[in-house]
């Protein structure tokens, strides 16, 4: 009998070799996208680290820091039972840790309630930017995880939002952002519950902070952000202008000491109840420009006027290298014993006088110094002072033939996390204008191509060149495989149809029968006999 194995067809062995090729292509293109985006949608969940509360209760120099720095209110606040702040968005790069902006307050029975919004990782280890969040511990709770709210949703970077927070009644507390209820502390029964006596701050100020909270170190960039209009209420509905801002650098609960705080808060110059906290602050400033110390007025309502302050401010207008105008967030000054002071406007105003002369220090934009260096003229009446921002042509291009590839969207990413998308033209580019020496990553999205994520450091203006594999690549890579595969299939039925054709050829013998005899008495046998009919023997068949 002639057994027939299974083998393989030739439409089958085109298929897997195919789908090989498209296999490498696709885990190959993957490969290439795994550079982690801040505000491109997230996977997993926020990790919920505490944020406060305020006051180090018990820590050793092993547990990890919580950092916390901005302004806290004097005893004119005192017995709140309501406290609200404008707070800028910003995005800062966590390590393994969260990063926090909020209006919080210790409660008259030693609870604590807090409300803002929140920088920090999820569970997968991806970015989660700028979520609003709030807290509520009850007296002697440390652990009692934030209310975090979906990624983006206290963004875009640079917007303002107020965060409010107030006594609800019945021992609850609510949270608000931009008037909008997002929740409240649980209430009686429930746990957390912030217990009788919850009513109002008692002999406790409300404070406006930024925190890096369970770090273990103080190398963090936070910031810095500007926050404003710090107000209060000690009965329903009467909100008022917080009158005194005190600086206040120091830890929270269970946080170590053993590190010191390098986060600082500076009041904007002339400003009152307008400040900034965080990272690249030298030391505190009040209102008039003087260093102070912690524990000291930032603003004070009662300071309506800043004496010396008769050194003449020029306008200020920056430029970017192309000669194009742009507004800074901020701005500080400094002189020659390193004074310095912060600006958010920049049009003929009164400064204290400098020792020496002032020096622009800081040019905040997108999260980066572009200028430093510039000298303040007093006797101008006006000042164009030049900023490292520039412009970059993008050239996408295909990775084999250097061809362009149009209508390519490109995704760029900027340090502080904000994007621009923009479409190639016809020669495969794009311009992305008044950009700081950053690091950037570009999403690109090619048409009948396979998407790629690139990271590239910039210090100045030209052009870069981002390769894709684009449809010319495809092809080139995907039709070599289909071909061979045609060419295996056809020789494996060739094979085949020889095999079939060799089987068929091959002559069946024909049964026969030669001369028998018993095997026990050695009688011939009739080629028909089956037995011997002398011995009855069966028959010996012999060829």
Known sequence: MILNHPRFSAARISSIIVLVAIGIIYFG??????????????????????????????????????????????????????????????YDKVNNDAHSYWVGSI??????VQVGYYNGLTTTNQFYCCAWFYEYFPAGNTNSPPI?????????????????????????????????????????????????????????????????????SNTDVIGPAEFKNFM???????????????????????????????????????????????????????????????TSNLWSTITLSCVGN?????????????????????????????REIFLTTYNNQQIPSPSGQWTINQVSWHATNVGAGAVVNSTASSQIVPTNVFSVTMHVVGYFYSLPVKNTTVIMYLPDSTNETVRTDDNGQVVFTQLPAATYTFHVTVPYGIPSTTTQTISNGGSI????????????LIIPPILIAILVAVAVARKERQRQAMIQAQPIPATGFASSFCRSCGQPLSPTANFCTSCGTPRIMTR
């Not at 609850?172 to 952002?177: D, L, N, R, T």
């Not at 904007?268 to 965080?278: K, M, P, Y």
């Not at 401010?313 to 390193?338: A, C, E, I, K, Y």
């Not at 060149?465 to 080139?476: M, R």
Request: glycine share 12%; with cysteine.
């Open 29 to 90: 293109g993957a490969s290439w996208n795994q550079v982690p985006v801040p505000d491109r949608a997230v996977s997993g969940q926020p990790l919920l680290i505490p944020q406060g509360p305020m006051g180090v209760t018990s820590a050793t120099a092993a547990d990890p820091y919580w950092f916390q720095v901005g302004a806290i209110g004097d005893s004119s606040i005192y017995n709140s039972v309501g406290a609200s702040v404008m707070i800028r968005t910003v």
């Open 107 to 112: 409660l008259a029975n030693g609870a604590f």
């Open 148 to 216: 975090i709210g979906p990624a983006g949703s206290a963004g875009p970077i640079g917007s303002w939002h107020t965060y409010t927070m107030n006594f609800t009644g019945s021992g609850v507390w609510s949270f608000y952002m931009d008037n909008q209820f997002l929740g409240s502390s649980p209430a009686q029964g429930q746990q957390y519950y912030l217990g009788p006596g919850d009513t109002d701050s008692g002999t406790h100020p409300a404070a406006v902070l930024a925190e890096v909270a369970q770090t273990t």
């Open 232 to 294: 209060y209420e000690t009965n329903p509905g009467t909100w008022q202008l917080v009158p005194v801002g005190k600086v206040h650098i120091g830890y929270g609960a269970t946080s170590s000491m053993t590190l010191a705080n390098p986060y600082r808060a500076t009041e904007v110059f002339g400003q009152q109840n307008d400040f900034l906290t965080g990272s690249d602050i030298a030391y505190p400033t009040d209102q008039c420009g003087n260093g102070v110390s912690n």
């Open 310 to 338: 008769n050194w003449n401010l020029p306008p200020l207008s920056f430029v970017d290298v192309d000669g194009n105008s742009l507004t800074p967030t901020w701005v500080s000054l400094s002189d020659s014993t390193g």
């Open 465 to 476: 060149v981002a390769k894709v594999f684009s449809l010319p690549e495809l092809i080139t």
